[in-house]
């Protein structure tokens, strides 16, 4: 645990740009650094953040170096190629690895003795990738992975059932990505099981209804990509959470990328799955009720990640 209220960012595209906005906001930081390769653009967006201060709490953000990472308690990478229309998540891995390869190593070097939360895609092979590389401890090394999913699908939830998303219980595991199982079997809202309460609000196609809010959910990044060419407000906030909860130590459940040991047999591979989060990263993981199905179905997700991490040479 650090006692710092340090935050750094590397990589100031859309989604690194947006997450810094987002935690001007919060209040949680005295002091946000941003890193780019391309040195103006993180001066820009310092400054361009920099004037919405006065509407927020006191704070400095500016555009610094890597030696700035030395003191903080959080560094975030978004550095990366961003997907582009047509690309799913994992064809960015090479790309991504190869960039990976030249940030880790110096975040290393500074002795950084923080949490390392990573959102650059594929956020799962890259977490298992930073962690190779880093040398730090397991736990400190977290990816965004599903929350934003996991928030998609809360969203449609509630607007399905015409309910606050905020008492949806429900999470995705496995892959952030096309491979990714929605675990509807201990969805609940408020602990109503899911299949009692669509009933109670006048929904009977249990399975025409899932299945249709899993494809929008998984399909919604694709959507926004064609229509936008990117996505990058939904994860600001997921990084804006995962944040919160480690500052200020919440010890609070969410389906984060981190290496699994013994989950449901998955060993020595990075995904989401549900996790007690706070001020020092992991601290366990939550056994989260699965069918036979999405068992199998994580089991698949777990090999298909499995199998790119196997092509890659650190």
Not at 17 to 28: H, I, K, Y
Not at 62 to 77: L, W
Not at 111 to 131: E, Y
Not at 212 to 241: D, F, P, W
């Amino acid at each position: 645990m650090i006692n710092s209220k340090k935050a750094v960012m590397i990589g100031c595209g859309f989604v690194g740009s947006a997450s810094v906005f987002a935690l001007m906001q919060s209040g949680l930081f005295t002091e946000i650094v941003l890193i780019d390769a391309d040195k103006n653009k993180a001066e820009g967006e310092a400054m361009d953040i920099s004037h919405g201060i006065p509407f927020a709490s006191p704070m400095k953000i500016y555009a610094g170096d890597y030696d700035d990472v030395a003191d903080a308690a959080i560094v975030v990478i978004s550095a990366g190629a961003g997907q582009k229309p047509g690309e799913t998540r994992l064809d960015l891995v090479n790309k991504n690895v190869a960039i990976f390869k030249s940030i880790i190593p110096e975040i290393a070097k500074r002795n950084f003795a923080g949490i390392m939360l990573v959102v650059a895609n594929p956020v799962d092979i890259l977490t298992q990738v930073a962690i190779k590389l880093s040398g730090l401890p397991e736990n400190r090394v977290i990816g965004s992975g599903t929350v934003l999913d996991s928030a998609r699908l809360r969203y449609k939830l509630g607007e399905h059932l015409s309910v606050d998303s905020r008492s949806v219980h429900a999470f995705i595991v496995g892959e952030h990505g096309d491979s990714e199982v929605v675990a509807w079997s201990s969805a609940n809202v408020s602990g109503v099981p899911l299949s009692e309460m669509c009933e109670m609000r006048g929904h009977y196609k249990h399975k025409e209804n899932t299945a249709e809010i899993a494809t929008a959910v998984k399909n919604s990044a694709y959507e926004i990509i064609n229509k936008k060419h990117a996505t990058y407000y939904g994860i600001a906030m997921s990084v804006k959470r995962i944040c919160e909860v480690i500052m200020r130590d919440e010890k609070s459940i969410l389906p984060v990328s981190h290496m699994i040991h013994g989950v449901y047999d998955i060993d020595g591979v990075s995904l989401s799955m549900p996790a007690i989060v706070g001020a020092d990263g992991i601290e366990s993981d939550i056994p989260i009720n699965l069918s036979g199905e999405e068992a199998l179905k994580l089991k698949e997700s777990t090999d298909s990640l499995k199998k790119i991490m196997e092509t890659i040479e650190l």
